[in-house]
Nanobody, 124 residues
Framework: QVQLEESGGGVVQAGDSLGLACVAS????????AGWFRQAPGKELEFVAA????????TYADSVRDRFTISRDNAKNTVYLQMTSLKAEDTAKYLC?????????????????WGQGTQVTVSS
């Protein structure tokens, strides 16, 4: 079992930057692929970014590529999402997810463990 807890959300202005963190506890998180998803009110869950267990490969949704960066520090059991040039349409609850896999996963159904999420609000 893996427990995930996100932090770092808040209210920012358009164009600002914000960093999120997801701390994992439980089983060997360093063996898990991790991802970030987001869900805006009235909208479906949307893939944002993913990173492999060793941090060597990443993938991003087109809407955030070149603005967001996912990374991880396995010594700290933590996955990060650094967000820059934030837009009003980035407003959502951001959730961290993990799965015991060696490959990048971009669909929510592929992930087994989920955090509760942290709210990011971008005002224009």
């Amino acid at each position: 079992q893996v427990q995930l807890e996100e932090s770092g959300g808040g209210v920012v202005q358009a164009g600002d930057s914000l960093g999120l963190a997801c701390v994992a506890s439980g089983r060997a998180f360093s063996m898990f692929t991790a991802g970030w998803f987001r869900q805006a009110p009235g909208k479906e869950l949307e893939f944002v970014a993913a990173v492999t267990y060793n941090g060597k490969s990443t993938t991003y949704a087109d809407s955030v590529r070149d603005r967001f960066t996912i990374s991880r520090d396995n010594a700290k059991n933590t996955v990060y999402l650094q967000m820059t040039s934030l837009k009003a349409e980035d407003t959502a609850k951001y959730l961290c997810a993990a799965v015991n896999s060696a490959f990048l996963q971009t669909t929510s159904s592929a992930y087994r463990f989920w955090g509760q999420g942290t709210q990011v609000t971008v005002s224009s």
